[in-house]
């Protein structure tokens, strides 16, 4: 199986791309072959067994076509060899019923009680290959099955004697076990090549679903573009009132202290709007830097505490003497960020973050002290546009903050918390931090 990553809008998105079906149904032919090689060379060997005589140069001679096949099929199906096609499976086939034919014309015609397998080769061509593929093997099988009604050199013992006291005719013997061996190969080959199909439609679904992702994410970006550019303005000109009031209220210490935090509140807006038009089309190697994890995570805390002085977070970090190097990703500051906005906005009063990590994963845990989460806000939390905010929210945090840790192999459960509240449990695996900024630099 091979890998394939795009990046859309600074995001990888990762699909898993499977052999192409030609390549499979190959395969599964190969294994096929060989059981029919297998099978035919054992009811060669019984037939001698019981003194009948057989052309030994023309089984040799089909039977070997066949080997001399499998060994041209493993050759194709080397690693190196990635490109496989309908046509090549159809030559293999039409190949098997050339030896099949060569075969049957030497022991006895329409009569050999082995012409079933003629029934093999035309199964995998139904199931794998275009109908005009398949309808042409059929007709060939059709043609060759026929001449063989004519033209064949005839077995000159039918019959074998005294068999637990009974006669036993072989043609009958070999028609029972033809049927038995062909209903266990495609009863097997067959579910094997459905199982694949089934597994190239839930690929595509997958696919198709990302790709509707990536749309919905891109269609956000050009809204955010698109409000930066309208904010810039009002804002500009909130930030000139704010300047002129701060001269007006200066014998006013709590009031200006009170506008020291909106013009701070103002400043962030401003902040954010300039990161978005600055860093469009950047690299993340652009947007991310070097950073010690715990100089990381405490300067997280204190950017969110400017944002939201009213709040008391209470920090507790991981006294893991080992401080990894990561290299950070602005969206995953803005990620973690979104989840604090949260959890104060549902606990304006308190909340708590918690960090811990070893030389594998980071776990985060942030928990507020509000009502919890309903089962159906539970449900369709994380959907976008959906907020259980009935006076502000757009419905995007948690939306944007799983497609961000997702990217770096991260997951995010939010669950009630045994005493009250809600807690969003993180863990990132450290290892794809480093990963993915080495994997930026030698693109």
Known sequence: MQIVTYNILNMDITFPILDSPSRRNLQRLFLLRSVMIVFMLAATLALFYLHIPLPRYPIAFAVGGMLLLNLITLLRLNK??????????LLQLLGDLVALT???????????????MYLLPLTVAAVALKREYAWLLAAVAIACYSLLVFYYVPLSHLHMHDIAGKTLDIHLVGMWIGFVVSAGIIAFFVTRIGQSLREYDQLMASIREKSLESERVLSLGTLAASAAHELGTPLSTMAVI???LAQDLANQPEQLLQLEILRKQIGRCKEIISSITRDAGQSRADAGEGLALLEF???????????????ELVVSLC???????????????????????????????????????????????????????????????????????????????VYL???????????????????????????????????????SNLS
């Open 242 to 244: 704010s300047k002129e």
């Open 401 to 439: 903050t799983q497609i961000t840790l997702a990217r770096f192999g991260g997951q995010l459960s939010l669950n009630n918390h045994i005493d009250g509240g809600v807690i969003a449990a993180i863990k990132l695996p450290l290892k794809n931090l480093r990963i993915m900024q080495s994997a």
């Open 319 to 397: 006294e893991n003497s080992s401080n990894p190097l990561i290299f950070t990703d602005k969206t995953l500051t803005q990620a973690l960020q979104n989840l604090l906005d949260n959890a104060a906005d549902a606990s304006p009063v308190r909340i708590m973050f918690n960090a811990d990590w070893d030389d594998n994963n980071l776990q985060i845990n942030i928990r507020d002290f509000g009502s919890g989460l309903s089962d159906d806000v539970k449900k369709q939390l994380g959907k976008p546009f959906f907020t259980s905010k009935s006076e502000q929210g757009m419905g995007l945090g």
């Open 297 to 311: 995570l405490h300067a997280l805390v204190e950017r969110w505490r400017d944002t939201r002085p009213a709040t």
């Open 102 to 116: 060569v075969l049957f014309y030497y022991t006895g015609g329409y009569s050999n009680p082995l012409v079933w």
């Open 80 to 89: 190196h060899n990635k490109h496989v096609n309908d046509k090549e499976v």
